[in-house]
């Protein structure tokens, strides 16, 4: 099939968004590689101490206006947003396959789950509402009402680099506060096509900035007194360090981490609906969700069904489609980029040597569908006879790697996914009511599927996660933003 179009056809270097103004960085500038044709499609800046500087201000500046600002009025950008982002969305997905290399229908999907964020903070005149009470003493009323905090920065991950920081933004600047992301600078594209559409709907300057950069740019806001509070989105030591970091600073924090996700197989599941969602969770997006299937584990003593139902697997695993994410025909995209295919063989590695049992092997030459250079190519990959205690069935390996355990019985299989540290998405299938109540109610995890493979929560709901895989108290997205994003002040008030 023909390859879509690419959108970005020149190497520029990325500005900083700050202030309404997109500003050249005086920083070291790193390549940004398309991974799948191992072109290099823009330069992005690790930005300095005094780039953060000028962005906190800007947003500081703006942030008494923008808080005065009606919620009503404020939500009106944000409509504004939403219009241009539907104008732009095929041009804002592609954007997200060449900087990432995931395929365009994920890419779609992850436009159209940011968008949806926005939809819900739209509706932030009646979200963040206070309430009343009359006559606590005689004559004596006292209310509540959220407040915004001021200054807050979004840091993002590689793997969703433009629905991710919508996750809090719109939530954040419905509610009257300001913001600076620093998206991943390994995929800073589609938020630099995201705050130009910020700009064209209209948000005063200094309301959004966006700063480019690494872990210095990280530490950078973190050490500023001027931002008040951080939503993170990562790898579970950095998670460890900003919560860590943010105690010690006196500012509020969100930090989603990694993840290992259980899926349990019992023998009454549906296997036609079962097998397709099994893909979708353990290959999708080339492994690199925080909600990817990564464990699987087939319950019962039943041979027969342990064997027909993996070799299904295997089967239908093997036919997936590698290439380019914009040729449509295309199933799985490469890895990010090269190191992260050695950390993946590694695991591969691992697992031959700890003695589990390679059933699929994505190693060496990878069938690909056109020319491109295997760099960070790899194949599905399935072990069998994988335990709790091999690397494969222990670490977030964020990549394609499926790892078979089997369980006698439902708690058994439970007590395999508890000894993770992790507690992120895990899931059940099967057609028994009783079991799959059993399964929900006992399962640590933020995110619980029932015969969904990848249990990602609509806007409108939180971004769960548990132990290993957040810290925090409230989580991004929907309601708990908004109480994230706002105090409560409490009033009390006599009618002297
Ligand atoms: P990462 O921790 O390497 O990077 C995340 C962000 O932190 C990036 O912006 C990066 O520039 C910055 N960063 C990296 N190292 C840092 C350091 N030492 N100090 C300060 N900042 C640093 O994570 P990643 O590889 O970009 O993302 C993948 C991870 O994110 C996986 O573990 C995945 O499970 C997790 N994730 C979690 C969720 C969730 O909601 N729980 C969602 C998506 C991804």
């Known amino acids: 099939m023909a390859i879509l179009e690419e959108p970005i056809k020149e190497v520029s270097l990325i500005k900083n968004y700050i202030n309404g103004e997109w500003v050249e960085s005086k920083g070291e500038i790193k390549d940004v590689v398309n991974p799948a044709t191992g072109k290099v499609i823009a330069r992005v800046p690790i930005s300095t101490n005094d780039e953060i500087e000028a962005a906190v201000e800007a947003a500081k500046t703006a942030f008494p206006d923008w808080r005065r600002t009606t919620p009503l009025a404020r939500s009106r950008c944000l409509f504004r947003l939403k219009e241009l982002l539907e104008e732009n969305f ?27 964020n926005v939809e819900v903070a739209c509706g932030i ?24 905090l001021g200054v807050f920065g979004i840091i993002g991950p590689f793997n969703f680099p ?59 806001m973190l050490e500023h007194p001027g931002i008040v509070g951080i939503t993170f989105v990562g790898s579970t030591p950095t998670a460890k360090y900003i919560y860590k970091m943010c105690g010690e600073t006196g500012k509020r924090v ?15 599941c549906n296997v036609a609906g079962t097998i397709p969602a099994l893909m979708t969770s353990f290959f999708g997006n080339t492994g690199q969700r925080c909600l990817s299937g990564a464990v699987l584990v087939i319950v019962g003593e039943d041979d027969g069904f342990y064997n027909s139902f993996m070799d299904a697997v295997v089967d239908t695993t093997s036919k997936i489609i590698i290439g380019n994410g914009l040729d449509e025909s295309v199933q799985m995209g490469p890895l990010r980029d090269k190191g992260k ?35 960070c190519f790899i194949g599905p990959t399935i072990f069998e006879n994988v335990t709790p205690d091999m690397k494969i069935g222990r670490d977030e390996i964020f990549g394609p790697v499926m790892s078979v355990m089997r369980a006698k019985n439902l708690d058994e299989a439970i007590d395999m996914a508890h000894s993770s540290p992790f507690a992120n998405g895990h899931a059940i299938f099967t057609s028994s009511g009783k079991t799959a109540r059993e399964f929900q109610y006992r399962i640590v995890s933020g995110n619980v599927g029932i015969n969904v493979g ?43």
């Open 90 to 116: 095929e041009e804002v997905s592609r954007i997200q396959t060449q900087e990432h290399g995931k395929t365009i229908d994920e890419s779609r999907g992850e436009t159209r789950r940011g968008i949806e």
């Open 125 to 148: 005149a009646t979200l963040m509402q206070g309430y009343f009470s009359e006559d606590i003493a005689s004559g004596i009323d006292e209310y509540l009402i959220p407040t915004p």
């Open 162 to 220: 433009f629905m991710i920081p919508l996750w809090s933004a719109p939530y954040a600047v419905a509610t009257g506060n300001c913001v600076i992301i620093k998206p991943s600078s390994e995929d800073p594209l589609s938020q630099r096509r995201l705050a130009e559409l910020v700009d064209e709907a209209g948000f005063p300057p200094g309301v959004w900035n966006v700063v480019n950069g690494g872990r210095t740019v990280v530490s950078g």
């Open 254 to 268: 969100i930090a989603q981490c990694g993840a290992k996700n259980f899926m349990l197989i019992m023998p009454d």
């Open 341 to 375: 295919k050695e950390r993946v063989l590694g695991y591969i590695e691992s697992g031959i040597q700890q003695g589990a049992k390679l059933r699929l092997d994505g190693r060496g030459e990878v069938k690909i569908v056109g020319d491109y250079p295997q760099t």
């Open 454 to 496: 990848i249990v990602a929560p609509m806007a409108f709901f939180p971004f769960s996660g548990m132990r290993d895989s957040f810290f925090g108290v409230l989580h991004t997205q929907g309601r708990e933003a908004v109480r994230f994003f706002t105090e409560s002040k409490v009033v009390i008030q006599r009618w002297l």
